[in-house]
């Protein structure tokens, strides 16, 4: 299976859409975790390691930006997939920075999958103090 047990946090505060996401990547092998809104993923990335969060941009409490914000400064190297209903071009920089992929919806689902599985099996290399 593609997803070997690696864990996805996919959130969105619309249920449907957050289902379909879980479900396709459940059916291959990824261990999905939801929350409806980018404070209930807070929590979530405090109980667990996750390998990529997927997110809905606009969700209430916090939104998409805020989350990866938030997330980014325990863990920097966390990949994030941002899902939106506006159109790419219209992401500001700032936005756009915390993601490693931003999909329109209605998205394709294949393209998501091999962003999921590139952004889940590839780490940046870290420097560590050995290795100057």
């Known amino acids: 299976m593609v997803g070997y047990g690696k ?3 996919v959130v969105d505060d619309e249920a449907d859409m957050r ?8 059916k291959i092998g990824y261990v999905v975790v ?3 809104d980018g404070l ?22 916090l939104d998409g930006v805020q989350l990866m914000m938030h997330v980014h400064e325990r863990f920097p190297d966390m990949p994030g997939i941002l ?16 993601f490693i992929e931003c999909l329109q919806k209605p ?11 590139l952004a889940s099996h590839v780490r940046p290399y ?5 290795d100057l």
């Open 7 to 9: 864990r996805v946090l």
């Open 19 to 26: 289902a379909l996401v879980g479900l396709v990547l459940d």
């Open 34 to 36: 939801e929350a409806c």
């Open 40 to 61: 209930e993923a807070t929590q979530e990335v405090r109980r667990r390691h996750f390998d990529v969060i997927v997110t809905d941009l606009n969700m209430p409490n």
């Open 83 to 98: 899902l939106t209903g506006e159109p790419i071009e219209c992401l500001d920089h700032r936005t756009r920075a915390q």
């Open 107 to 117: 998205f394709d689902i294949g393209h998501l999958l091999d962003v999921v599985h």
């Open 126 to 130: 870290v420097m560590s103090g050995n």
